[in-house]
């Protein structure tokens, strides 16, 4: 099946550093990669489209300045959290989507969980 | 705008007794719906894809159907690994690009 990567799958960081996850697509290529933000009993809240070398879409709300997302291939998409605060603090998921046709669907990593001190 | 309802919020049974999740949902028109697993501290796993009304998928003891309106999750005989939140997610036809608007999820606990 699809596999779907994160890293790092932990980070610690303080008020006002940068943080960069990565999120890598193994055994397919991902022409579009999508970037999620999940809080404690809730569900996932999409903040980013990323398609490969084009600029990514971003859902109304999201700062596109403080969370900056690169695709720079077709198996790698970055989204890095600029100036953390505390609020940033959070669960974050990428998926990549796999097309066959009409038929398609989307594969998640295991998840990166900031903490922001 | 679109919008995705799962009930129950939280469902407890015990082992062998079988129950269904359900997922309503009011889009413009539907590309596709998904259904996904996610243990704690995890990301989702997929389970299943509906593409049509009258559409049905089955893996071990899991079964998905659809209608025009909604979709079920039937579980027979669960076991303690069935727990876990399941999240249902469409996909609509035009304006939504690939994106998937997630549901707010079952948490499923099975006990001995």
């Known amino acids: 099946g699809a596999v779907v990567s994160q890293h790092p799958s932990w980070v610690i960081c303080k008020s006002g550093t940068s943080v960069k996850i990565e999120c890598r697509s193994l055994?397919?290529?991902?022409?579009?990669m999508f970037w999620y933000r999940q809080f404690p009993k809730q569900s996932l809240m999409l903040m980013a489209t990323?398609?490969?070398?084009?600029?990514?879409?971003?859902e109304q709300g999201v700062e596109k300045d403080k969370f900056l997302i690169n695709h720079a291939s077709l198996t790698l998409s970055t989204l890095t959290v600029t100036s953390a605060h505390p609020e940033d603090s959070s669960f974050y998921i990428c998926?990549?989507?796999?097309?066959?046709?009409?038929?398609?669907?989307?594969?998640f990593g295991p998840g990166t969980r900031l903490l922001v001190l | 705008e679109d919008q995705v309802t799962q009930s129950p919020e939280a469902l407890r049974l015990q082992e062998g007794e079988s129950s269904s999740l359900n997922c309503s949902y009011t889009?413009?028109?539907?590309?596709?719906l998904f259904w996904y697993r996610q243990d704690p501290g995890k990301g989702p796993e997929f389970l299943f894809t509906?593409?049509?009304a009258g559409e049905e998928k089955e893996k071990e003891r899991l079964k998905a159907t659809l209608t025009k309106k909604e979709s079920f999750l039937h579980i027979t005989a669960p076991k303690p690994e069935d727990s876990a939140t399941y999240l249902c997610?469409?996909?609509?036809?035009?304006?939504?690009?690939?994106?998937?608007?997630f549901g707010t999820g079952t948490q499923l606990k099975v006990e001995l």
């Open positions: 055994d397919f290529q991902a022409t579009t």
């Open positions: 509906l593409y049509s």
């Open positions: 889009v413009s028109g539907l590309r596709g």
């Open positions: 997610a469409v996909q609509v036809l035009t304006g939504g690009g690939n994106k998937l608007t």
């Open positions: 998926s990549a989507r796999v097309a066959g046709g009409y038929q398609e669907t989307q594969y």
């Open positions: 990323s398609n490969e070398g084009s600029k990514a879409t971003y």
